[in-house]
Nanobody, 126 residues
Framework: QVQLVESGGGLVQAGGSLRLSCAAS????????MGWFRQAPGKEREFVAA????????YYADSVKGRFTISRDNAKNTVYLQMNSLKPEDTAVYYC???????????????????WGQGTQVTVSS
């Protein structure tokens, strides 16, 4: 069983920055890829970024590439999402999730992820 707790969301003006954190319980964190997803009101959940189990490989949605950075600290069982140059269209609830496979390749599909956090709200005002 893995539990994920996101934090760091809030209200920020367009052009500002936020850093999201996702703290994981359990001893399997360091062997699983991690992903960040988001869901805006009335829209489906969408992929944002993913990172391999050892942090060597990252992958981003085109909409956030160059603005967001995903990273992880396996010693702290935590994955981060640094968000810069935020836009109103980034407003959403942000979720972290664990890959269902050990040492698997990273994926943008939410079907690949099994444990999810409760989400943290990010609101970007114009």
């Amino acid at each position: 069983q893995v539990q994920l707790v996101e934090s760091g969301g809030g209200l920020v003006q367009a052009g500002g920055s936020l850093r999201l954190s996702c703290a994981a319980s359990g001893r399997t964190f360091s062997s699983r890829a991690m992903g960040w997803f988001r869901q805006a009101p009335g829209k489906e959940r969408e992929f944002v970024a993913a990172i391999s189990w050892n942090g060597d490989i990252t992958y981003y949605a085109d909409s956030v590439k160059g603005r967001f950075t995903i990273s992880r600290d396996n010693a702290k069982n935590t994955v981060y999402l640094q968000m810069n140059s935020l836009k109103p269209e980034d407003t959403a609830v942000y979720y972290c999730a664990t890959d269902r496979f050990y040492y698997g390749a990273i994926s943008y599909s939410n079907q690949r992820y099994d444990y999810w956090g409760q989400g943290t709200q990010v609101t970007v005002s114009s």
